[in-house]
């Protein structure tokens, strides 16, 4: 059983933080650079961050960057979005995705499991 399973949204004030965590099973984890992404209502789902099988090398999308950092717990098999100053625009569903491999990539097609999401709403 191969699952990723997000958790940790919600609604937060503009400034405000969230950490979200994608617990994993059924493969080895410790293999697999690991992706956040996010998709608003009429946009395409784009990249957040990816964070490789170790944890030593992140990426993060211009957007996101100096606010968001990725993390991961390869003891439990679970990859962490740490979620600060957060605006408006943030609002989007995010999604955990797995790649086939050990280093990351910003491209979505490159990911081949994902989450089911979780709502991130960022409004007064």
């Known amino acids: 059983q191969l699952l990723l399973v997000e958790s940790g949204g919600g609604l937060v004030q503009p400034g405000g933080s969230l950490r979200l965590s994608c617990t994993t099973s059924g493969f080895t984890f410790e293999h697999h650079a690991m992706g956040w992404f996010r998709q608003a209502p009429g946009k395409e789902r784009e990249a957040v961050s990816c964070i490789s099988d170790s944890g030593g090398r992140t990426n993060y999308a211009d957007s996101v960057k100096g606010r968001f950092t990725i993390s991961r717990d390869n003891a439990k098999n679970t990859v962490y979005l740490q979620m600060n100053s957060l605006k408006p625009e943030d609002t989007a569903v995010y999604y955990c995705?797995?790649?086939?491999?050990?280093?990351?990539?910003?491209?979505?097609?490159?990911?081949?499991?994902w989450g089911q999401g979780t709502q991130v709403t960022v409004s007064s």
């Open positions: 995705a797995r790649t086939l491999y050990k280093l990351c990539m910003n491209i979505v097609r490159e990911y081949d499991y």
